[in-house]
């Protein structure tokens, strides 16, 4: 019994202090990214200079959100602003920035939360965002 109980509390602690990371919530599929200049942090710029649909583009933005995890960073003045439009049409704002060469997401009203994606999908994203110039 008492090696049972010292198990589950085992468990219980590597299962805190193990799993650390934390993902950005993404939990449907997204149909269309629109991209603008960003005005700074709060709001959502809606003079959009990009509308994406094409669906491989779509798979690397939507591999963008899917890596990014939750860093205890500061950022500066955002990028781009995104609107991402899921199948459901359904939509959320984020602000695209840089920091360090490393791209990062942050859910509009919520700035204070910054993710960073892996790096490849940063580069398939960059690659996007470049091309657009």
Known sequence: MKKNVLLLVLVSIISLF????????????????????????????????????????????????????????????????????????????LHLSQKNGELTLMFIGHEEDVYIPSPESSRNVKEILSNSN
């Open 18 to 93: 193990g799993c650390n990371a934390e993902g950005m919530p993404v939990d449907k599929d997204i149909k269309r990214v629109k991209i603008a200049e960003s005005s700074g942090f709060g709001g959502l710029n809606e003079n959009f200079i990009m509308n994406i649909e094409d669906s491989n583009k779509l798979k690397d933005f939507q591999a963008l959100m899917e890596s990014a995890e939750k860093k205890d960073i500061k950022v500066d003045k955002p990028i781009y602003d995104m609107q991402i439009i899921y199948e459901d049409d359904t939509n959320r704002g």
